[in-house]
């Protein structure tokens, strides 16, 4: 029993060291993540707004109604974001880039209706808790958008584009931080609308010229990084 125990200190104690290192470790990469300067990273949103604010002209195509047309709901895509957070405050300013889209088959075989929306937006956040847990409000501002309307019929295929875009969000973030890297939901409301859409085409289309789309409604952002 005696040789028994001592064999088993004997591991102990060679298991000790490496078992502190690595906590020190832990602790370490820990303590600079909750001091980062810098974080990159990216995810997938989705947006769960219904298309709206269409005018007379897309309202009263014969093959876009609003009911038909409101099958085009919401947007989903891909998240990069780059943020800057000054040492020793809690806010924290950078930038945002999606890439959203959406797609809808009209009834009939009468064509597919995609929507996509590219977008670049200045990003501010504030943590109210920035330790190896995070959580704050967050808002992004859109500052540039490439966005299109795409209708396409038995090989035939016209672009639609707006004059003007606007876009901004509101939410808050949450999430944990693994050593450097960063796992986080953001959840809030997206504001994201295109006026009078045109396209040069040349051909007679079901759907005119100067039509308004809004794809506004709340939003979830599930998000990874790395931060140093």
């Known amino acids: 029993m005696k040789n028994t125990n001592n064999v088993r200190i004997q591991k102990w104690r060679l298991l000790h060291l490496p078992l502190t290192m690595l906590g020190f470790l832990v602790l370490f990469l ?36 609003i009911a038909t ?20 405050l809690k806010i924290g300013i950078g930038a945002r880039y999606q890439s959203l889209s959406s797609s809808i088959s009209l009834p009939l075989s009468s064509g597919d209706f995609k929507y996509t929306n590219n977008r670049l937006a200045v ?64 959840l809030g409301v997206l504001s994201l609308t295109s006026q009078n859409f045109k396209t040069k085409s040349l051909a007679t289309l079901p759907v005119s010229n100067n039509f308004d789309v809004s794809m506004s409604g709340p939003y979830v952002n599930v998000l990874v990084g790395v931060a140093f």
């Not at 990159?40 to 769960?48: E, K």
Request: proline letters at 3%; a neutral charge.
């Open 123 to 186: 990003l501010v956040n504030y943590r109210l808790i920035n330790t190896l847990v995070y959580f704050g409000p967050i808002a992004t501002y859109g500052l540039s958008h490439t966005t299109n309307m795409n209708y396409s019929i038995a090989g035939f295929s016209a672009d639609y584009t707006p004059d003007t875009n606007s876009s901004y969000s509101l939410g808050v973030e949450g999430g944990i931080k693994l050593g450097l890297f960063t796992v986080g939901t953001e």
């Open 69 to 88: 047309c409101k099958g085009l709901m919401g947007s989903a895509g891909l998240t990069g974001d780059v943020i800057f957070s000054p040492p020793l």
């Open 30 to 65: 820990n303590s600079q993540a909750a001091k980062a300067i810098v974080e990159i990273r990216g995810g997938y949103a989705i947006n769960s707004g219904v298309a709206s604010g269409f005018n007379s002209n897309f309202n009263n195509s014969a093959l876009c109604t």
